[in-house]
């Protein structure tokens, strides 16, 4: 490897992301995210979590829903084209540098911040918790702010709804350097995706599977037809010949988002709005379009879990990486706390 | 080993107990636990912890004052009798699992239920935190249960007041165990000290280092001198002819902890309760006392002091010890969850 090719590398970028294996991935992942992060792999270094700790956090009562979905969240990844030659795929339980950094990070920050935080403060009204919310809930911003530092990732790609994440871990990054008095941790930056979240077919905001909204990786030809057929679309489009309305129409919305020819969707939307093109005919399209890109990743997501001991050493093999580099950051941290003594 | 040696060996009751290293120990150790420690390592199995992830609790700011502690702490310990070849000491923050079982527990434990806990209540008062608790301060019994649990102790030493730690410690341990329908975690009783907390030579409820109420086990000669002067006694015996108080007395609250001969002390309460008695006298007879009682204690000590590599291996080797155990429980509880892959 010559010096110049080497400085590249050590020059790159690194991202740290992931996700919480509380059921497979679906098309609103697809679109957020994994298409991402298969362009990502290549020019940056990449680690990705399947975050079972954080998952735990709010299903403390019901353990056997995240180890249940552990396997078909790599074998997501695998399927959309995550390679993991290129990119670091671990899992957050198994690295205990991501505990043990949590534990230092809870004593920099109050309970009073954990509760101002707008995304936790959504999320426990969204999940119905009030003061009954677990520990482990109302600080999971800190374990993330240890995700990310244990990488020391420079990116982390979120939506605009997570943005107080980063801000939050900035914010540890900083007082825990001040108290320490050295640059140890270092700051990273939001990575703000591109592409709007992706609505469920009901057409509301979020793709929600245990709504039955989400049109998941693995689904059968079935599942996809009936979830096209059951699509929110213009509810005032009642004839044919009617004007119809794209925007807020979930099947322009799935268009934009999956259909290679830009130029056929851009007419098609035209042709909708002006009347003449019927629900039946869009839906079709649409469904056509899903089924052939969603084709090749259930059979590869098929082949790929069953051969589970395939994908466990997958994820083993990439945990492995992921302790050299979260143990690093961790004994810097401990020096720098003065408590590393063996 | 016969069988029946080797049987009577292992339902020895198991006991955890601990110390944060925030400063050198002291008389009120001394009495409180220390001694306690010496005689039970003989019957049983014991682990102390040297707490320095929990003194960071409400240290934050300051991990100098814990960092430069923590052999202090370990000198204390073998200076006053307490044998690392019968007695498991060891470092909190090298034991990953105590920090990945406080992990798992967070999301058994409200918010609400910690914010009622007694001892954290009178402790965020006592220390003047308000909203502004760190979350790691908050959150400290589940790391405490994390302890107990991570080496199945059954027997947990602990003063009264700190009772509700065991009751939140079984409570987590019950929950636990009813989420993995399994009975994977040991519940714990306390052991309450016999004796009552000593105070401080002031007089008030708790010898403290920072008020400079209490004498450390290496004080010096002088600063023992001094302090036994300075010591509370019954504010209205002005002359030594008047009869005075021994209830509140602090040089015999003293006397009563720390004098060998307790016939010779209660005559000399009974002297002075019908007068005829001075404080010069009596501080002088527990000055004696302490200096006879600290002086190989204080030389113990600073010999071990000048090996600290020797210091770091004692604590090394009982870390690897501890690291054994905990880690056989943090596997035990991960294979409960379903998350233990690999």
Known sequence: MNWLYSRKLKMKERILTGDRPTGPLHLGHFVGSLQQRVTLQHSHDQTILVADLQALTDNGQNPQKISDNILNVVADYLAVGIDPEKTTICLQSALPALSELTMYYSNLVSIARLERNPTVK?????????????????????????????????????????????????????????????????????????????????????????????????ATANEIRKAVKAMYTDPNHLRIDDPGQTEGNVVFTYLDAFHPDKTFVEELKAHYRRGGLGDGKTKQILEDCLQSMLDPIRAERERLLADKAMLIEVLRAGTEKANTVSQGVLLDVKRALGIALF
Chains 1, 2 share one sequence.
């Open 122 to 218: 959504n999320e426990i009204h969204y999940r119905g918790f009030g003061k009954t919310i677990p520990a482990g809930f109302l600080t999971y911003p800190i374990s993330q702010a240890a995700d990310i530092t244990a990488f020391r990732a420079t990116q982390v790609p979120v939506g605009d709804d997570q943005l107080p994440m980063i801000e939050q871990t900035n914010e540890i990054v900083r007082r825990f350097n001040s108290v320490v008095h050295d640059q140890v941790l270092c700051e990273c930056r939001a990575m703000l995706s591109h592409f709007p979240r992706l609505p469920g077919i009901d057409g509301k905001a979020k793709m929600s599977k245990s709504l039955g909204t989400a049109i998941s990786l693995g």
